[in-house]
């Protein structure tokens, strides 16, 4: 006699959600890479995901509320992951390779920097450059360089955590190194964190 198969575990009414809003963040990401912030519209981000428009306004309000959460939840991975990645590392040279490493991974795709591209003039025309949208980009860069500034012995008042994580996000992020496949953007942001940490960063800069 043949046993019975277990029974697959049903999904609770948030546990329901928490995937449907999840496959709703990942379209709108997919779409809005493809077909850019004008391009994008619900029917589009829910067709995608395999959903109805209801099932859309269930969780978000329109898109410029999907995409305003789908740049929060980037913007703060990267903080999140660069501190776990980092966080048990105390030699120089494996915290410069790791984020080389890093870096040549998040930027490999290119999407992201489209879609960040894409909130930002479009933040701008509706709000102009003080639009408080705008914060989320700031608070990555000020939370990437105090986490650099921690780890790394960057000479004191050299660079600001603003400028630091700005720095290392716009490389990463800038996507033009990807096509033009003459260096990587991780290969360019060592050079430049050894420039700064100084002579105790003694190995070749990168050709």
């Not at 700005?166 to 060592?190: H, R």
């Amino acid at each position: 006699m043949t046993a019975a198969l277990p029974r697959k575990k049903r999904l609770t009414r948030t546990e329901s959600q928490a995937v449907t809003r999840q496959k709703l963040l990942d379209s709108a990401f997919e779409i809005v890479s493809k077909y850019g912030y004008e391009g994008a519209s619900v029917d589009r981000i829910s067709e995608e995901a395999g959903f109805s428009k209801g099932a859309f306004y269930s969780n978000f309000t329109s898109k410029e509320d999907i995409l305003q959460q789908l740049l929060q939840s980037n913007a703060s991975n990267d903080v999140v992951d660069l501190t776990e990645l980092l966080g048990p590392l105390e030699d120089v040279e494996q915290i410069l390779a790791a984020l080389h490493l890093w870096s040549d991974h998040r930027s490999s795709g290119q999407k992201w920097g489209t879609i960040a591209i894409e909130f930002v003039r479009r933040a701008i025309l509706d709000s102009g450059p003080s639009s408080p949208q705008l914060k989320i980009f700031v608070e990555q860069w000020i939370g990437v360089g105090k986490l650099l500034q921690a780890k790394l012995p960057i000479p004191e008042n050299q660079i600001s955590a603003l400028n630091l994580g700005g720095l290392v996000l716009e490389v990463t992020y800038g996507g033009i190194s990807g096509f033009l496949q003459v260096n990587t953007s991780g290969a360019m942001i060592e050079d430049m964190l050894r420039l700064m940490i100084g002579p105790s960063a003694h190995k070749p800069l990168s050709a």
